[in-house]
């Protein structure tokens, strides 16, 4: 079992960038393959980004391909999503997630284990 915190969230102008962290508990982070996903008011929660388990293969959105960038750290338990050239419609509430098996997967009910998630608000 993992245990995830998400931080770095905020407020960031359109253009700006911001950086995420996931900070993962347990001895088996190098097992579990990662995922970011985002939820914005109203939508339903979607895939940006993905991280196999020794972090050589990546996978993203198209939406935020060439500006986010997923990178994990296994001695040090974590997982980021550098975003560069945030736009308006970046805003919503980022989650790390955690699963088992295939790395890469799009679909939120594949990942068993979330975070509490952290707000990023993109002003125009």
């Known amino acids: 079992q993992v245990q995830l915190v998400e931080s770095g969230g905020g407020l960031v102008q359109a253009g700006g960038s911001l950086r995420l962290s996931c900070a993962a508990s347990?001895?088996?982070?190098?097992?579990?393959?990662m995922g970011w996903f985002r939820q914005a008011p109203g939508k339903e929660r979607e895939f940006v980004a993905a991280?196999?388990?020794?972090?050589?293969?990546?996978s993203y959105a198209e939406s935020v391909k060439g500006r986010f960038t997923i990178s994990r750290d296994n001695a040090k338990n974590t997982v980021t999503l550098q975003m560069n050239s945030v736009k308006h419609e970046d805003t919503a509430v980022y989650y790390c997630?955690?699963?088992?098996?295939?790395?890469?997967?799009?679909?939120?009910?594949?990942?068993?284990?979330w975070g509490q998630g952290t707000q990023v608000t993109v002003s125009s």
């Open positions: 997630a955690a699963k088992t098996g295939n790395w890469g997967s799009y679909y939120p009910s594949d990942y068993a284990y």
């Open positions: 347990g001895r088996t982070f190098s097992t579990y393959a």
């Open positions: 991280i196999s388990w020794g972090g050589v293969s990546k």
